[in-house]
């Protein structure tokens, strides 16, 4: 039997305000935004916090509900149809974690993403998110690929992040993104 008290007790220690696992749909998206605007709403954050988090979880649940098709069907099961998302937050900073599935074959790809704008400065992103909005270029998923920058634009954070390989085909990407009110 699953011990619930033990989970509530892990997500009460770690001050979760939303945990998700499952299959990702615009619905679901839409949910999500609409039960962390109320949650913020109900501690009476500031406005200009709330923005903040509102746009870069949108940007992070966008990037999950988009990308989360690239490994279904790489696998017996159907777990890489599934993702994982929660949202935490301590002493006034917001901490947002996702979860999914990748195939091996683009990870460098994104690795090389993160890692370049991981080394950019303020200044170094805000010209970069300009110079790959005018670029005009378009993935196979349809984005330009501002999300990664937008998020560390608007965070001014680095994005944490790792793979962990399930098997030759495919691993679990996690990025987690710290939100803080003065940044």
């Given at each position: ?6 989970i509530y007790d892990k997500v009460e220690r ?34 200009k916090t709330k923005k903040k988090v509102y ?129």
């Amino acid at each position: 039997m699953v011990d619930v008290f033990d989970i509530y007790d892990k997500v009460e220690r770690n001050n979760i305000l939303l945990s998700f696992k499952g299959e990702i749909t615009s619905d679901l998206l839409t949910s999500i935004l609409q039960i962390m605007e109320n949650k913020m709403d109900n501690l009476q954050e500031v406005p200009k916090t709330k923005k903040k988090v509102y746009n870069v979880l949108v940007e992070c649940l966008q990037n999950l509900y988009h990308h989360l098709d690239d490994a279904s069907g790489e696998s017996e099961d159907d777990k890489t149809r599934s993702a994982i998302f929660m949202i935490s937050r301590t002493l006034g900073a917001y901490s947002i974690y996702t979860g999914n599935y990748i195939l091996n074959e683009n990870i460098s790809g994104l690795k090389a993403r993160l890692d370049e704008v991981n080394a950019l400065t303020k200044e170094e992103l805000k010209e970069y998110y300009k110079k790959v909005l005018n670029n005009g270029e378009m993935s196979l998923k349809g984005g330009g690929g501002l999300g990664v920058i937008d998020i560390a634009r608007k965070t001014g954070e680095k994005l944490e992040y790792n793979f962990l390989e399930i098997d030759n085909k495919i691993s679990f990407f996690t990025l987690n993104i710290k939100i803080t009110p003065n940044n």
